[in-house]
Nanobody, 124 residues
Framework: QLQLVESGGGSVQAGGSLRLSCAAT????????MAWFRQAPGKEREGVAH??????NIYYADSVKGRFTISQDDDTVYLQMNSLKLEDTAMYYC???????????????????WGQGTQVTVSS
């Protein structure tokens, strides 16, 4: 079964950068797209960025457009986060899916594989 392992989280000052990685422990043959989500304490999980295997469909949440970049290399997906803000503080999760159940590519219902998460903390 596909497992996703995130890394790269940490603490950074506002305005700084971090690069998250999500490694798939098995080949992503069974999945068609991957994404990053985040969840801050007391808030709902939010889709951040989405990429499909052919890189023809890349989407970002409005809150991160122009600051975050999703990319992939073989079985690893990355999230480059620049100009970090206090409100970017959250647990970040990697997810993978096969079939869209929702027209919104950042809907969590589209994903059936999830990682354990990596914490990102932005301070002033």
């Amino acid at each position: 079964q596909l497992q996703l392992v995130e890394s790269g989280g940490g603490s950074v000052q506002a305005g700084g950068s971090l690069r998250l990685s999500c490694a798939a422990t098995a080949h992503r043959l069974a999945t068609n797209y991957m994404a990053w989500f985040r969840q801050a304490p007391g808030k709902e999980r939010e889709g951040v960025a989405h990429i499909n295997n052919r890189e023809t469909n890349i989407y970002y949440a409005d809150s991160v457009k122009g600051r975050f970049t999703i990319s992939q290399d073989d079985d690893t997906v990355y999230l480059q986060m620049n100009s970090l803000k206090l409100e970017d503080t959250a647990m970040y999760y990697c997810a993978a899916g096969q079939i869209y159940f929702s027209g919104n590519p950042l809907d969590s219902n589209n994903f059936n594989y999830w990682g354990q998460g990596t914490q990102v903390t932005v301070s002033s």
